[in-house]
């Protein structure tokens, strides 16, 4: 899942590490033979939490190490049949990263993350905008007209459809599916080409199980997802008993 992570760096680190686990990032890079760059890019996924290090502890890490070992040191290793520490740097104390910062450099390196989903941090502002989330909108009755928001997954236009456009949105919660007509889409060209978060108003369409929103209004959000990178704590979703049993994507 790590961007720009070569797979054949990823299975040296692998295939290295067989049944003897790493103890530092420097036994990494000397074990695995991969260059400083792939350690880069699992550092900048926080890619090193089994070392006992955080995103920003294996970063500083991966910038103090050398090219290759050096030839005293590799010998010693040989012989001794272990890894031994070239430099012995000070301990640093690294200013924290906030939990929103966290979130933003997980999507930025693998586009996912474990700690929890950018719209958690924004579920109080979205709540002052009277927006519901998008599990939500499950029991929401035909008819009723709506605000949500979320993130945009999916854009498709099929030659089929007339100039309809369909659009997939995820918050926390769940996913939500809009159906753009082609005279809403031409108002709101730019926000719906444009934007990485949408809010939308809109009618709810429920056909037996499927739910689908008839967007009336469409605002671009992206500037409100640019801040989560400054925010601290969020408010956690807590899954119901189906999605736990593995019946609805979590999203969390």
């Known amino acids: ?54 995103r920003r502890e294996g970063l500083w890490s991966v910038k103090g190490l050398g090219t290759a070992a050096l030839p005293l040191f590799a010998a010693a290793d040989e012989r001794e049949g272990k890894l031994r520490q070239e430099a012995i740097e000070p301990t640093v104390i690294l200013a924290p990263m906030g939990e929103g910062a966290e979130v933003v450099e997980d999507y930025r390196a693998s586009g996912l ?22 599990a939500e909108l499950q029991t929401v009755k035909d008819g009723r007209c709506i605000n949500l928001a979320g993130i945009v997954l999916v854009r498709q236009k099929p030659g089929s459809a007339k100039g309809v456009m369909f659009i997939t949105l995820e918050d926390e919660t769940n996913v939500a599916n809009l159906v753009v007509w082609t005279n809403v889409f031409e108002k709101h060209r730019r926000t719906v080409l444009g934007s990485s978060m949408m809010g939308v108003r809109g009618q709810v369409q429920r056909e037996g199980e499927v739910i689908h929103v008839i967007a009336q209004r469409l605002d671009d959000l992206s500037p409100l997802l640019a801040s989560v990178g400054n925010r601290g704590g969020c408010r956690r979703y807590l899954p119901s008993k189906s999605r736990r049993r593995g019946q609805e994507p979590d999203a969390t």
């Open 1 to 54: 899942m790590v961007r720009d992570l070569a797979n054949g760096d990823a299975a040296s680190i692998v295939s290295s590490r067989a049944d003897t686990p790493y103890e530092s990032i420097e036994e990494i890079q000397r074990r695995s033979g991969v260059g400083r760059g792939a350690l880069d890019r699992i550092g900048e996924a926080d890619g090193f939490g089994s070392l006992g290090g955080n």
């Open 113 to 134: 993350s474990l700690r929890a989903h950018p719209l958690a941090f924004l579920r109080d502002e979205l709540r002052a905008r009277k927006m519901i989330t998008c």
